[in-house]
């Protein structure tokens, strides 16, 4: 199946309707939503902790503006876990699994010590937000910066604690306080809790860059009566909650902020302990006993992710895409300021539905998850034996093509969405796909390699209007499609072009191509990877 114009059309009408803007119920996050919420809690005798945590378990058709301070920590040396010894193998791949699942489980400690809500993690980066005191935003961003300072301690912790240097990480952090909406979909092993808005997107930004520290936006300075830097300088000054955590700037001593370290320590120790009883953590030590491969044979939209865990993950050959609505944050905090919250959450819904579903049923993709308001895709074309290469490329340029034609139909079907675009990068490697850190619902749905990593910056580069592949997928490319992305991001991609670029003859789903003999596909697969050799696959980072 591929994708088709009236088939898409039907599809978001019918999402129109299942969350129709008159329906979504927009709600204010105050201590009156708060103490309803726990005594709904307590009414079905449970206490209102991770899994129930006001932003969790949402319906579809609710919004809730909150003014919260959100904390990105990214792990620093999370890509030198990727390779070994220059390449990717299936024992670095374990490793890296090894490295995630600790930090994963680690940091999770850390959000239940501090009442915090874990929104997200993806690859190296955790999204957590502190909603808690309402109506006190200082106390929210001092509680912020113990939180950060013991997510800090706790991940360097656990790794000097356990697998010794090998899972060792630096940490960097960012945060930023506002206004965003918190908004829920899915259930069980697809749960998806995000939050849209400036505050987000903007700790995020703070959170990238090589050197570890913990990094205030001018907002949150200006919260606790600190001097404001500026862009510029917020990416170089750390904040030094106290001088035994070696931050670089002693300008946020615990007299000026009114930081006090010792619960904050008690709280790392605590995490810690909790980490040590964890009998899942206690083979860390011997990742082959932990982590165990097999391949997944495609199409990739029959992936339950409920049933994966360390010793049954995926490893195989694949394409990630990543496909970000370009302008959405503006968006959404202009939705905020003018009360126009249900519009933009009626939209959300509708569009995330007709990707997914674009994805999935068009062209037997994975979604692996939605990182607020980007999607992030598998797709692979071959047997339960082999990958074939160049056709998993052609397919995920076909998706590419399919999930620009959606974005366009949804852009033309609902309102305020204006000149908003979609930027879509892909690239092809070996992947290990799994779920780790902690058990049940709220473990982390992942996929983790250079793929994915180079994929993700890829799109991060583009505009709304334009499609990108990596040097391993272009080398893999057909012929036709690497003459045309050989010469740079492509724009305006839609379905139509695609499938002329690709040719009737390579525009077909994965499950049409899993019915090729295996030898014709490991044959092809040996001489699409001595390509990438010959024109130099160790370009892409």
Partial sequence: ???????????????????????????????????????????????LGLDEAPIFALPRDRAIVVDGVHVYAQLLDYHDQIQEQGHETEA???????????????????VEEFEAQRVDYHGPRLHAVLVTPTGDERQRVLRAVAFAVALKETIEAAGRNFGGARLRTRVRIG?????AVAVSSGRGADLEPLFLGSPANYAAKLAEGDRPGIYLSDRARTVLSEPTLGWAMERSVALAADRQYGFANAGYGQAQSGFDPAPTQARVLAAVRALQSDLDL????????TFRFHRHEPPLKTIDFGELMPSRSIRMGLASVFADLSGFTAYVDACIQGGRVAEMTANLHVIRGELAACARDDFGARKVRFIGDCL????????????????????AVMLAGGLRSSFDLCRGMLPGLGTMGIAIGSEYGETPISRIGIRGDRSVRCASSKAVSSSEAIQSDLNGRQTALGPVALA?????????????????????????LVG???????????????????????AATEAVRERGSGRHA
């Fill in 1 to 47: 199946m591929a994708w088709d114009l009236n088939r898409s059309r039907t599809r978001i009408a019918r999402f129109m309707s299942t969350v129709p803007q008159s329906a979504v119920d927009v709600r204010t996050f105050d201590q009156a939503y708060l103490s309803q919420r726990t005594r709904d809690t307590q009414a079905r005798g449970k206490r």
């Fill in 92 to 110: 670095s791949h374990k490793r890296v699994l090894q490295f995630l699942h600790l930090h994963y489980s680690a940091t999770d400690r850390v």
């Fill in 175 to 179: 945060i930023d306080t506002g206004r």
């Fill in 282 to 289: 206690a083979a860390l030590t011997s990742p082959e006993a």
């Fill in 376 to 395: 992030h895709g598998l797709v692979a074309v071959g047997t339960r034996l082999a990958t074939e290469p160049t056709a998993t490329v052609d397919a």
């Fill in 476 to 500: 893999n490319a057909s012929p036709n499609v690497r003459r045309l992305f050989g010469r740079g991001p492509v724009e305006d991609l839609d379905h139509e072009r695609a499938a002329r």
């Fill in 504 to 526: 009737p003859e390579r525009a077909v789903s994965p499950a049409r191509v899993a019915a090729l003999p295996a030898s014709v596909l490991i044959s092809q697969g040996a």
